[in-house]
């Protein structure tokens, strides 16, 4: 009896120890710099738990008590294995040498096998030392350009900056800088992206399968996290290009307790140009006329980072951007008896402004805080003022002319998250925001001073200042279910109030993966979207002249949702496959209505300017990559259709979409000779845009598919039509299909203190004409003595040489 009581009360001692778990938690950072690395796999090699560094380098892992042997691992770097006796919560910081590399990676900073087993499907990390490696137009290096070399994302017109994803839109991409909107992401119209590489430590691409904590746009999340700035010593780089230079520098205030990092870039095309405008000026202008033209950008990135324990850290954020587009005109001219003067400037100006204050916060091992407040703001203005002056004997004439067209978004947000690893199988995430938003879509002054006021005329026309309030709330659980399933489930909950108007919107997220085995798994995905502001837009290049409006209580929100399958597959942990399907329905999307424009913003209300319908979008996505070794690279191929229907639009049928391309391929390569030569290829082919034949060409009545097959032809330069009839729907014709070859090599070399770097290549090596736009124009047939109508296309960039000097110390 004595015996069976003393084991009985060893149970009651013992049994409620078992199983019992610790965390471990901490972060995860570059021993170097100091600088937090995102996604770093943090893994037990004895329960096989796992997980990765956030955002902010911070991670937390439940694991049994015990010995357990952690692995921290970071692709491409030497692992760091800790082998220790868990008996309670534990703190242990990571600092990983990533001057050390195994092998260098290419597209990603997760490793195949990480993303074979993660819940998470059409996503793509980029790292910008492969941004930084592809060739591209006049050798800018470009983030949203290489972008748009993944599957599910095409490009707009050559050379542009803007991008769709999976049948999209521009205004559905929901593109953060350091966690703050980015309403305007085009340099020279379009040509060059916002982002200074430079500047930049981490990019991730979201098509689909949205986790809870994004909302506010319909088809992709681009998350690029800035740097943080060295914390150890400082360091800079710096580049001269054809069109633009930067230059970056980093460093501690207080070594390991402040750091900064500023970039700065620049384009000087004006000044490389202006010495062709005078010479021309004085060719082909008399000696009392001058005109000038030009055009240029720059921005300004800065970051400071400052710990103020080991439980809280501030960051303060800013980006500072502004493009110009100037036309000059000056006259004077004086003889016997009068004098007569003028002056005329006209252009247009561009820019945005995001700010991010942040508060990391770790309430305890198992609860990570993020208190952020945002900034952002995107002005465009078009502006042109005169003056004239003229004195004679008899009279004298003095005006003075001023107009001024402008549109603005400005947003104010505060944004509250948590991370809390809740036990070994749940790993929730939750959190609030709040954006206020001020929309000024259109607003012209105009004024004019005739004499000194003896005739003065002062008019503002167009839309006051809309405001609107976007609340949303979010949770979402990373739910181990057993070995082989794995989901991520959760709600996003927006609430958007404008005008006296209140629109409720429960979004729910749900994700699966099935691990089939350690190298394959199979993936699910569905998703609500909801979307309350909306970009007008009646060009298909970036101009600045889009504008912002809201939903009203006649103008719907957007909505959509999204169902995708995938398989993810990896071999020998060099080779990683994915092939994705999915299917997109898009309602109340928002489109000029026929015959409005963007001048027509000042003298309609927004409902009376714009229609609303629907789209749909369907497709299949393929991938693989290589990531380690001297030769490496990806092939992505996207088979896809996107179609739209609006009641007011082609007399209510179905057409495609602009931007429609059956077939988008891209083949890049990069290849490491020796470790100071690098060659970088890339080669991409896509089917032509749809685009529409006004109806005074008579053109014949043939519906989408038949009239494009009709015009896919390499001879398509200045290919004749013949008329015979009026067509009743847009988008009925294509482009011919884009091909391109780009091709670049560096040549590194170790200087004593820095290291440089001379990149060479060729955009478009093969000099193919692809068709920037086609227009209507007349050819003279000998045969028949009469002209012709037939539609004539511009190639923009033709075989282009570029140079780079770079230098890094």
């Known amino acids: 009896m004595?015996?069976?009581?003393?084991?009985f009360f060893s149970l009651l001692i013992v049994v409620p120890f078992l199983g019992q778990k610790a965390t471990i938690s901490g972060k995860v950072s570059d021993a170097s710099s100091g600088e937090t690395c995102i996604s770093a796999s943090i893994y037990d090699?004895?329960?096989?738990?796992?997980?990765?560094?956030?955002?902010?380098?911070?991670?937390?892992?439940?694991?049994?008590?015990?010995?357990?042997?952690?692995?921290?691992?970071?692709?491409?770097?030497?692992?760091?294995?800790?082998?220790?006796?868990?008996?309670?919560d534990t703190v242990i910081d990571f600092g990983i040498d990533l001057s050390i590399n195994l092998e260098e990676v290419v597209v990603t900073d997760r490793s195949p096998q990480q993303r074979v087993q993660s819940t998470q499907m059409s996503q793509i990390e980029m790292k910008v030392a492969d941004i930084k490696s592809a060739p591209v137009l006049l050798g800018e290096t470009d983030i949203i350009k290489t972008l748009q070399l993944m599957p599910g994302v095409q490009s707009g017109t050559e050379g542009s900056a803007g991008f769709f994803v999976r049948g999209g839109a521009p205004d559905q991409n929901l593109i953060l800088l350091d966690g703050v909107p980015v309403y305007n992401v085009n340099h020279l119209f379009g040509f060059f992206s916002v982002?200074?590489?430079?500047?930049?430590?981490?990019?991730?691409?979201?098509?689909?399968?949205?986790?809870?904590?994004?909302?506010?746009?319909?088809?992709?999340?681009?998350?690029?996290?800035?740097?943080?700035?060295?914390?150890?010593?400082?360091?800079g780089e710096g580049a001269i290009g054809l069109l633009a230079s930067n230059i970056t520098i980093e460093g501690?205030?207080?070594?390991?307790?402040t750091s900064f990092i500023l970039s700065g870039r620049r384009t000087y095309y004006d000044l490389l140009t202006l010495p062709f405008q005078m010479a021309l000026n004085n060719s082909q202008l008399g000696e009392n006329e001058r005109a000038y033209a030009g055009a240029f950008f720059y921005d300004l990135n800065a970051k400071v980072n400052h710990i103020i324990s080991d439980k809280d850290r501030l960051y303060f954020s800013v980006y500072l951007g502004k493009d110009k587009f100037y036309l000059k005109e000056k006259y004077s001219n004086s003889s016997d008896g009068y004098v007569s003067k003028s002056k005329d400037n006209a252009g247009i100006t561009w820019g945005n402004i995001t700010t991010a204050a942040r508060w990391n916060h770790q309430f305890s091992n198992r609860l990570f805080s993020n208190l952020t407040t945002t900034f952002s703001d995107y002005t465009f203005d078009i502006f042109m003022n005169s003056e004239y002056y003229y004195k004679s004997e008899t009279e004298e004439e003095d005006e003075k002319s001023d107009l001024d067209y402008y549109s603005r978004i400005r947003d104010l947000g505060i944004n509250y998250d948590f991370d809390f690893p809740l036990n070994e199988r749940n790993y929730i995430r939750f959190g609030v925001n709040n954006t206020l938003h001020t929309f000024s879509p259109g607003v012209g002054v105009y004024s004019q001073d005739y004499n000194e006021n003896e005739w003065d005329f002062d008019t503002t026309?167009?839309?006051?200042?809309?405001?609107?309030n976007e609340f949303y709330a979010y949770i979402e659980d990373e739910i181990n279910i057993s070995k082989s399933f794995k989901a991520n489930i959760g709600g996003h909950l927006s609430i958007f109030s404008v005008k006296g108007k209140t629109y409720i919107s429960p979004e729910p997220r749900f994700s699966l993966r099935y691990l089939a085995s350690d190298n394959l798994s199979f993936k699910g995905s569905y998703v609500w979207m909801s979307q309350y502001i909306n970009l007008l837009?009646?060009?298909?290049?970036g101009l600045p002249t889009d504008l912002w409006i809201p939903s009203t209580a006649t103008l719907l929100p957007q909505k959509a949702w999204q169902a995708a399958l995938g398989i993810s597959y990896n071999l020998n942990n060099k080779y990683e496959f994915t092939l994705e399907g999915y299917y997109k329905k898009m309602n109340h999307l928002v489109e000029y209505g026929e015959g409005f424009g963007f001048f027509s913003m000042g003298f309609n209300e927004l409902e009376e300017l714009t229609t609303q319908g629907s789209g749909k979008s369907y497709g299949a996505e393929f991938m693989v990559q290589k990531g380690i070794g001297n030769f490496r690279g990806w092939i992505s191929y996207t088979l896809a259709w996107s179609n739209r229907q609006f009641n007011e639009i082609s007399y209510g049928r179905e057409f495609p979409f602009t931007y429609d391309r059956r077939h988008n391929l891209a083949i890049v390569v990069n290849y490491d000779i020796t470790k100071r030569i690098n060659l970088g290829a890339t080669w991409v082919y896509y089917t032509g845009n749809a685009f529409t034949l006004p109806d005074e060409l008579g053109l014949s009545p043939y519906w989408a598919e038949q009239a494009i097959s009709g015009l896919q032809t390499d001879n398509y330069y200045d290919q004749g039509v013949q008329t015979n009839g009026n067509f009743e729907t847009r988008n009925n014709y294509r482009m011919?299909?884009?091909?391109?070859?780009?091709?670049?090599?560096?040549?590194?070399?170790?200087?004593?203190?820095?290291?440089?770097?001379?990149?060479?290549?060729?955009?478009?090596?093969?000099?193919?004409?692809?068709?920037?736009?086609?227009?209507?124009g007349e050819t003279w047939n000998e045969s028949k003595q009469e002209y012709e109508t037939v539609l004539k296309q511009i190639t923009l960039f033709p075989f282009i040489p570029y140079f780079r000097y770079s230098l890094k110390f």
Request: charged share 25%.
């Open 195 to 235: 982002f200074n590489a430079d500047a930049i430590k981490n990019v991730t691409l979201i098509k689909g399968g949205f986790p809870a904590r994004y909302g506010g746009r319909l088809s992709s999340v681009v998350d690029i996290r800035m740097k943080e700035g060295n914390m150890k010593e400082f360091h």
């Open 45 to 88: 090699e004895i329960s096989k738990n796992g997980t990765v560094s956030n955002n902010y380098g911070y991670y937390a892992l439940r694991v049994p008590l015990g010995k357990i042997r952690l692995i921290c691992s970071y692709v491409g770097c030497s692992p760091i294995i800790l082998d220790i006796d868990v008996t309670k």
């Open 252 to 257: 501690p205030i207080k070594k390991d307790k």
């Open 461 to 468: 026309v167009g839309k006051k200042n809309i405001l609107g």
């Open 537 to 541: 837009t009646n060009t298909t290049i």
């Open 2 to 7: 004595k015996k069976s009581f003393l084991l």
């Open 736 to 776: 011919p299909n884009y091909h391109r070859l780009d091709f670049g090599i560096n040549f590194k070399k170790q200087l004593r203190r820095a290291e440089r770097t001379w990149s060479l290549g060729v955009y478009n090596a093969y000099n193919r004409r692809n068709a920037f736009m086609v227009y209507q």
